[in-house]
């Protein structure tokens, strides 16, 4: 078992953000933990990527795994909703819809003081309150370019045989694991 | 940002990553690619609609319906929209109930999977690096920080719902809330208590 989460933990998911069982972190509750965004742009830009995904205005690896590309130094000083920002951003990139530097020019543009353009489609509204309620049950893991379905098994580890022994005593850790990511005894 | 005319608009100037944020709106509204109002929509929609009250409804009815309880336990999908609840991040949801014997919690260490439409989005605390590493290597540490403390015969059983799947936690109903309506237990089960970093408890508040 031991193995088999050494291999999961080394098949492309190996980096700072794989953080089951890092140390160093602190404390879980803190002042401020209890509020989902902080500030106005980060709902904001939430709702653009889920406008990304559900329009399929992006293109490439899913977000999460785009997350995963920043070099760890990054990854870890940038707060939960810069990272995505960085995801949306490469991966409207990617697709063509925004070319680089453009939203560098618009950050010029913003500053000198132009007001922001907007742009009204009661249509993809409607498309998006209605996406959201509806049911995508469709996945393969972010970080490949496989199509289609691929299962996901729940294996369950003794915590003895991940950490060690512990003061803790024991207790189990179920991991949600693609099918790719096993490999056959 | 040190221009007069532009801190006229704005409260406070803006953080180098809010520029940034609010430019890649403006570029995609610019080409048509994004609506404002869509922007808006979603936004609202997750402030008011879709939060931990959803949830709460899903688990007080399960405490007072067996057949429900049974159902959402069997295939949460189906009970779960039975109440009206189901959409993105809801896609294939799985329930696992708190026992005397066996405590549940719910992590991603790999980021921040959650039930969006029983929970809504999750807290800071949720997604940020000390829960997603160590719910997993230390949990009852971690409950501590929460208040939480369990008999050493409890088995912790914590879910890495890091691919397709979303957990929801079917606390147990606390002993002295016999008698007490449906709505009144949906006020005593909590965001936490659905993740598995707090147990309900009866209040004089939510019983009156």
Redesign the interface.
């Known amino acids: 078992l031991r193995r088999a989460y050494l291999e999961y933990a080394n098949r492309g998911?190996d980096g700072v953000?794989?953080?089951?069982?890092?140390?160093g972190?602190?404390?879980?509750?803190?002042p401020?933990?209890?509020?989902?965004?902080?500030?106005r742009?980060?709902?904001?830009?939430?709702?653009?990527h889920?406008?990304?995904e559900?329009?399929d205005?992006g293109a490439g690896p899913g977000a999460?795994a785009v997350?995963e590309e920043m070099p760890a130094a990054d990854y870890?000083a940038a707060?939960?909703?810069?990272r995505w920002?960085f995801s949306?951003?490469r991966r409207?990139e990617r697709s063509g819809?925004?070319a680089p530097g453009?939203?560098?020019q618009?950050?010029r543009?913003?500053?000198?003081?132009e007001p922001?353009?907007?742009?009204?489609?009661?249509a993809?509204?409607e498309?998006?309150?209605a996406?959201?309620?509806?049911?995508?049950?469709i996945?393969r893991?972010p970080d490949t370019d496989r199509f289609g379905p691929e299962p996901?098994y729940?294996v369950?580890f003794a915590?003895c045989d991940?950490?060690g022994p512990?003061e803790?005593?024991v207790?189990?850790?179920?991991?949600?694991?693609?099918e790719s990511y096993l490999e056959a005894p | 940002?040190s221009?007069d005319?532009?801190d006229h608009?704005h409260p406070r100037p803006a953080s180098a990553?809010?520029?940034?944020?609010?430019?890649?709106?403006?570029?995609?509204?610019?080409?048509?690619?994004?609506?404002?109002?869509?922007?808006?929509?979603?936004?609202t929609?997750?402030?008011q609609d879709v939060g931990p009250q959803n949830g709460a409804k899903v688990v007080a009815r399960a405490w007072v319906d067996h057949a429900y309880r049974e159902r959402l336990l069997t295939n949460a999908?189906p009970a779960i929209a039975e109440l009206g609840f189901?959409?993105?991040e809801?896609?294939?949801m799985i329930v696992v109930a708190n026992t005397p014997r066996v405590h549940n919690m719910i992590v991603c260490?790999?980021?921040?999977c959650y039930p969006w439409p029983v929970l809504?989005?999750?807290?800071?605390?949720y997604?940020?690096?000390?829960?997603?590493?160590?719910?997993?290597?230390?949990?009852?540490?971690?409950l501590r920080?929460?208040g939480v403390e369990l008999d050493?015969d409890v088995?912790?059983?914590?879910?890495?719902?890091?691919?397709?799947?979303r957990y929801l936690v079917l606390p147990m109903r606390p002993s002295d809330t016999e008698g007490w309506s449906q709505t009144e237990l949906e006020a005593i089960v909590t965001r936490d208590c659905m993740i598995g970093t707090a147990l309900p408890t009866a209040r004089e508040s939510a019983a009156a």
């Open positions: 998911v953000h794989d953080m089951g069982g890092m140390d972190f602190g404390q879980v509750v803190e401020g933990g209890e509020i989902v965004s902080a500030e742009w980060e709902s904001r830009v939430f709702a653009i889920m406008v990304e559900l329009e205005l999460r997350r870890l707060s939960y909703y810069e920002l949306v951003e409207l819809a925004i453009e939203v560098e618009m950050m543009r913003l500053h000198d003081g922001a353009p907007t742009h009204r489609d009661a993809m509204t498309r998006m309150l996406g959201l309620a509806t049911v995508h049950p996945g893991p996901v729940s369950a915590s991940l950490w512990s803790e005593g207790w189990t850790v179920a991991l949600d694991l693609w | 940002v221009d005319h532009h608009h990553v809010e520029l940034r944020a609010q430019a890649l709106e403006a570029v995609l509204a610019e080409r048509g690619l994004v609506s404002t109002d869509a922007i808006d929509a979603v936004v929609l997750y402030e999908n189901g959409g993105v809801g896609d294939n260490t790999l980021c921040s809504g989005l999750p807290p800071t605390w997604k940020s690096p000390p829960y997603r590493a160590r719910a997993v290597s230390e949990p009852r540490s971690v920080e929460f050493d088995e912790i059983r914590v879910w890495d719902s890091s691919a397709e799947v």
